[in-house]
Every structure is written in C-alpha cells, then in structure tokens.
C-alpha cells in the first residue's frame, strides 16, 4: 500500500492482476458484442438486455446494477448525455452518438470499461470529437507509467483536448479499481503535470476521459443520474481499466 495525501492506494501482486484481467477481459467482450447491435431504431433498454445476459453467460456479475440504486447493467448516455444515462424505450436513430459504459464483477475483482459509437452515418463533428476522446484515453494510458505522477495523466488528456478545441468534464473522474469498484485515488482528466502519487507497479486505474464539444460544466436530471452537458453540445466518453507493471502498462479491458 502507497499512502500519499489522504489516500491509501491498494497495489495488486502479478496474480491479482491476472486475476482482475479475466473480469476485464469479460467485460471487454461485452462491449464488442453489444457495438455490433448498436443500429438505428434498437432502443436502449435492449442494449442494456444484451449486455446482462452475455455477463451472466459468462459467470460474471453486472457491477453497476444496485450500484448505489443504479437500475440498469449498463450506462446509455446519447448524443448530449455525458454520463449515467439510463437505458430506456429511447430508439437510437442515424446521427446519434452513444456512449456505453459498464463494469463487471468476477471472483473478486472488477472490470470497468467504455466507449462512445455512432449510430450509423454521423457528422464530422461527432466524428471529430470521438476520434479526439479516443485518442485522449490513449494519450493518459501513454502516461500511466511506473515513475510517473498521477496527474501526468491528467495533464497529458486535457492538454490534448484542448489543443482539440474540445472540453474536458471536471465533475466526473476516473478511479482506482480492483477489489471494489471505485477506489483510490481519483484520476481526474484535467490539471497541471508532476502532482499527486508516484506510479508504481501493482497500481490498478480506470482511466476514462469524457469530452465535451462546448462547455465542460455538466447538469444532472430529475432521474437523479444522466448527466448532460449544459448547453446541450454532444460529450463522448472512453474508459480503460489499466495495470501499472514493472514492464509496461496494460490495458486489461482491451482485447
Ligand atoms: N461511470 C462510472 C465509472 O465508470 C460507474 C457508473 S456507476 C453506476 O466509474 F451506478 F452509474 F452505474
Ligand atoms: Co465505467
Ligand atoms: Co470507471
């Protein structure tokens, strides 16, 4: 264990990591299975559908559901919806962009992943910023190296999407993850370099930038959980559960 400023971060030995990588890797594979559903007229609620029945298939536990009173597997956050959205009758139509998250539980550890799809042909605005907040997940996970600090991380995904002229989120942040789902430390996607924890090998992050195309501030609706973005611009959101080793960093959820 690493204490840093009010912290206390729970490293994972090789095995452990292994361990959580099988849960990655079920959750990864949710995720290639429900994006190739992703077509104009599927409602979200279907999406949410498949994505339990292929973690159930596979021995593993949705970890969202009943995650703090979340009722869905999955998270279907459209078009200007950052975050959280829940899956609903809403039909997708061509043109919309829609970002799925979603976690799993298996023998002990969890796996979080996300990414953001069109929803057939998509203007080059969308395109623009999907390929900006993919790229900027890659450009942190780059970061996430034995040695470095914590907030290169950050530092490395806001620089990038604002030289992009997009926004970054500051009320959402990625999380350490292993044992629980949410743990330490906070990884936010924005902030200045060299601050915060030394990296070091054994440490297990979900990094997940979410990207908006105006404004970064965000709103809650009455459901209590979708976040939108406050001027109703389209926001994508890409997240990897990484393992910081004596060799390289790995993102577990990639398949
Ligand atoms: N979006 C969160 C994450 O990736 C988890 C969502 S929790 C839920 O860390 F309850 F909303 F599902
Ligand atoms: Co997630
Ligand atoms: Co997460």
Same mark, same amino acid.
């Given at each position: 264990?690493?204490?840093?400023?009010?912290?206390?971060?729970?490293?994972?030995?090789? $095995? @452990?990591?292994?361990? =959580?990588?099988? /849960?990655?890797?079920?959750? /990864?594979e949710a995720l290639d299975g429900v994006k190739k559903i992703i077509a104009p007229g599927i409602t979200t609620v279907e999406l949410d559908k498949f994505v339990e029945s292929f973690i159930i298939s596979k021995g593993a536990t949705p970890a969202f559901k009943g995650y703090r009173g979340y009722p869905a597997s999955l998270c279907t956050s459209v078009n200007e919806q950052v975050v959280h959205g829940i899956p609903s009758i809403r039909k997708l139509k061509q043109g919309d962009i829609i970002s799925l998250d979603l976690g799993v539980y298996y023998r002990g550890f969890y796996g979080d992943t996300a990414a953001t799809f069109p929803v057939? @042909?998509?203007?080059?605005t969308a395109k623009s910023l999907l390929a900006v907040a993919e790229e900027a997940l890659y450009k942190g996970i780059e970061c996430a190296e034995a040695g470095r600090r914590l907030s290169d991380i950050s530092f490395a995904i806001q620089s990038y999407v604002e030289e992009n002229r997009f926004s970054v989120v500051r009320n959402f942040v990625g999380h350490g993850i292993g044992r629980e789902l949410h743990e330490e430390p906070q990884v936010p996607n924005f902030g200045g370099p060299g601050e915060g924890p030394v990296l070091v090998p054994g440490m297990t992050l979900a990094i997940e930038p979410m990207i908006n195309e105006g404004t970064w501030e965000v709103v809650i609706l009455d459901d209590g959980w979708t976040a939108v973005t406050g001027d109703g611009s389209l926001s994508a959101h890409f @997240?990897?559960?990484? /393992?910081? =080793? @004596? $060799?390289?960093?790995? /993102?577990l959820t990639k398949l």
């Open positions: 264990m690493v204490f840093g400023l009010n912290q206390l971060i729970v490293l994972k030995s090789r $095995d @452990e990591i292994k361990r =959580m990588a099988e /849960a990655c890797r079920i959750v /990864a057939g @042909e998509i203007n080059r @997240e990897h559960t990484v /393992a910081v =080793m @004596e $060799d390289g960093t790995y /993102a």
